[in-house]
């Protein structure tokens, strides 16, 4: 069962430019990963200090078979 949240979200120009970065980087590393012959892990991480987010984290780890 899913619960849906009412968030208040900080709405800055700084923030609207990394969640564009982040969709964009999400897109990317999907394109990446789900190809045939990938095996590894891939991450995206991002630290955020009061409500803004400070810096966006892309892991791609591949395992050599």
Same mark, same amino acid.
């Given at each position: 069962?899913?619960? $849906?949240?009412?968030? %208040?979200?900080?709405?800055?120009?700084?923030?609207?430019?990394?969640?564009?970065?982040?969709? %964009?980087?999400?897109?990317? $590393?999907?394109?990446?990963?789900?190809?045939?012959?990938?095996?590894?892990?891939?991450? $995206?991480?991002?630290?955020?200090?009061?409500?803004?987010?400070?810096? $966006?984290?892309?892991?791609?780890?591949?395992?050599?078979?």
């Amino acid at each position: 069962m899913y619960t $849906i949240l009412m968030l %208040t979200l900080n709405h800055t120009p700084a923030n609207q430019t990394k969640v564009n970065r982040l969709e %964009t980087l999400l897109a990317e $590393i999907l394109a990446e990963s789900l190809r045939r012959g990938f095996h590894g892990k891939a991450a $995206i991480e991002w630290a955020v200090q009061d409500g803004t987010i400070q810096h $966006i984290r892309r892991v791609v780890e591949r395992l050599e078979k």
